[in-house]
């Protein structure tokens, strides 16, 4: 079946524009997880869905990012005013439940550059 | 606050031979998930193999195998007859076994580059 999707695949926009990117999950799946990769580094988590219930936000950096997830299914990633430090590639993963035993597939990501 | 640490930025293979990535991390928890997954230029995350903490025997999949030493807090990685295409970068993660959250912490990630 298809796995995650993710678009735009690359995004390039001025600093202070806002973007939207959106996320695609593996139908079935419940939760629904963003992550930020910087250059070089590793993933950190940002927002996750389940179901639901309420999200859980803890990972967002600033009040400048939000994300809803709109009929259990599609989910976009909002930031505002882009910064050049939120330069990086948005993850985007999908499961069948929030519980760690539960194998998360990833989507391609978006790689956002901010100028 | 669970921490996973991946001392190796970057290691090289020759293509057959076997290589060992390293990961340690920091719980207080009991219950808990281990993952490698690895990364090629296509950005793709792949789950190479995951790990049950409960679980003493360590996990195999096919050449990918672990060494899971639960009381050191070690995670390693071994590629048996390495291959050009498992040149890629490997994070290691950690997730909580309970509680209602899934969310994987992350290493910073090995980059593995097999020659030919």
């Known amino acids: 079946g298809a796995g995650v999707s993710q678009s735009p695949s690359n995004k390039v926009t001025e600093k202070g524009k806002d973007v939207e990117l959106r996320c695609d999950p593996i139908s079935g799946h419940t939760a629904l997880y963003w992550y930020r990769q910087s250059l070089g580094q590793g993933l950190e988590f940002l927002i996750y869905?389940?179901?639901?219930?309420?999200?859980?936000k803890s990972g967002l950096p600033s009040d400048r990012f939000s994300a809803e997830r709109t009929g259990g299914s599609v989910s976009t990633l909002t930031i505002q005013r882009t910064q050049q430090e939120d330069s990086a590639v948005y993850l985007c993963?999908?499961?069948?439940?929030?519980?760690?035993?539960?194998?998360?597939?990833f989507g391609p990501g978006t790689r956002l550059t901010v100028t | 606050a669970q921490t996973v640490t991946q001392s190796q930025p970057e290691m090289s293979v020759q293509e057959a031979e076997t290589v060992t990535l390293s990961c340690t991390y920091d719980t207080s928890e009991n219950n808990y998930y281990l993952f490698w997954y690895k990364q090629p230029p296509s950005r793709q995350m792949i789950l190479v193999i995951r790990q049950e903490a409960y679980k003493q025997q360590n996990a195999t999949e096919n050449r990918f195998s672990v060494n899971f030493q639960k009381a050191a807090k070690s995670f390693s990685l071994k590629i048996s007859d390495s291959q050009l295409g498992d040149t890629a970068m490997y994070f290691c993660?950690?997730?909580?076994?309970?509680?209602?959250?899934?969310?994987?912490?992350f290493g910073q990630g090995t980059t593995l580059q097999v020659k030919p």
């Open positions: 993963a999908s499961s069948l439940g929030l519980k760690g035993r539960y194998e998360q597939y």
């Open positions: 869905f389940q179901g639901n219930s309420a999200p859980d």
């Open positions: 993660a950690f997730a909580h076994g309970s509680g209602n959250t899934g969310k994987l912490i």
